[in-house]
């Protein structure tokens, strides 16, 4: 099954270090590649052994697939801003009919700053699945991410019932050292680079960085990840 194309095209890895002259350096990072198979293996096995669920797909067509079948029908549904999810199609298919309550959808529907807030704070986080992707997996089997608002880093660390995790093999790194280094230094400055395009402001910012180092022991596939075997996202 082939996935719904991606209608944000301009702000993937590739338009953004064509178009975007603070990050055209990175565009020959390693940060950008895919993972060996043997990195993979090594993070599935590490992740495993620390509580998460974990499901390594070939394609972002597979993902969208992966993705679609473990979210239950009737479902209530919010997604961090995620270029991975809009690179899989996943952001397009939602716009549409689906089995499952977008409350994305209703907290940007509400215009008003102060209430959208609000339903960031309450119904955003508190869903039944919460999807995102995240900066870097470590090879020891740790998950890092981080955000300027705090709603993402909420979400996944508690307050959704359940957590998919959707990331390309180029997001394998070897420990949370280098977790943090490219966090800082390559999805930061691409990260800037999309915001000058959606929002118009200079740059972003990590005011709030998580790493979850094992699954929650009180409910141990609270947190699923989809590893693909491409690059995606940043």
Known sequence: MSAPKNTNERETFGALTINDEQVKALSSSNYAKAASTERVKAAQTALEANGF????????????????????????????????????????????????????AEIIAEKDPAKQAELRRTAGSTVDYYLTSVAAITEDGHI???????????????????????????KIVKDEAEAWKRQEEFAL???????????????????????IRRANPFNANRIQIIIVNEALGY
């Open 189 to 211: 400055p691409l990260e800037s680079a999309r915001v000058r395009i959606a929002y118009g402001l200079p740059a972003s910012s990590i005011t709030h960085y998580e790493v």
């Open 53 to 104: 669920k974990v499901h390594v797909v070939n394609t972002r067509d597979d993902a969208f697939v992966a993705l679609k079948n473990l979210i239950p029908a009737d479902a209530s549904i919010n997604n961090a801003h995620s270029t991975t999810l809009e690179e899989i199609g996943f952001i397009t298919y939602i716009k549409g009919e689906t089995p499952w309550k977008n409350v994305h």
């Open 144 to 170: 890092a991410h981080g955000d300027l608002s705090g709603s993402k880093v909420g979400g996944v660390a508690f307050g959704a019932g359940n957590v998919i995790v959707i990331a390309g093999s180029n």
